[in-house]
C-alpha cells in the first residue's frame, strides 16, 4: 500500500523560504520519478518540480531559479527548498511520483501541505 506523507507548509510573507519533506514507502520511491505538485483554490493541481531516480531535475517556468527538489534515497525522502516565495505559490502542495498514476495506487494523494505566502 503506498504511502505520501507531506510536511513542512507553513504561514511565511513574501521573499521568505520554506523547506517541504514528503516521505514516500519504498517500493514507490525507489523506482519511480517524483514530484511535487500544488493545488492553489478554485486551480487545477499542477506539477511544479520533477526528479528522476538518478537525481535529474526539471520545474516549471514559474518556479525556476527559486525552487530546488531533492531526494534522499536513504530515507526515502524528497524535498522541495523554496526561496523567494511570491503570494502566487499559495497552494497546498502534494508530492507522488511522475506521472501520479505510477504510485500503484490509481488516484492515490497524500494529505498535503498547505504554503501560505502573505504579501
Known amino acids: 500500500q503506498v504511502q505520501l506523507v507531506e510536511s513542512g507548509g507553513g504561514l511565511v510573507q513574501a521573499g521568505g523560504s520554506l523547506r517541504l519533506s514528503c516521505g514516500a514507502s519504498?517500493?514507490?520511491?525507489?523506482?519511480?520519478?517524483m514530484g511535487w505538485y500544488r493545488q492553489a483554490p478554485g486551480k487545477q493541481r499542477e506539477l511544479v518540480a520533477a526528479i528522476t531516480t538518478t537525481g535529474s531535475t526539471n520545474y516549471q517556468d514559474s518556479v525556476q531559479g527559486r525552487f530546488t527538489i531533492s531526494r534522499d534515497h536513504a530515507k526515502n525522502t524528497i524535498y522541495l527548498q523554496m526561496n523567494s516565495l511570491k503570494s502566487e505559490d499559495t497552494a497546498v502542495y502534494y508530492c507522488?511520483?511522475?506521472?501520479?498514476?505510477?504510485?500503484?495506487?490509481?488516484?492515490?494523494w497524500g494529505q498535503g501541505t498547505q504554503v501560505t505566502v502573505s504579501s
Open positions: 507522488n511520483t511522475v506521472p501520479f498514476w505510477l504510485n500503484g495506487n490509481g488516484n492515490y
Open positions: 519504498g517500493s514507490v520511491f525507489s523506482v519511480n520519478g
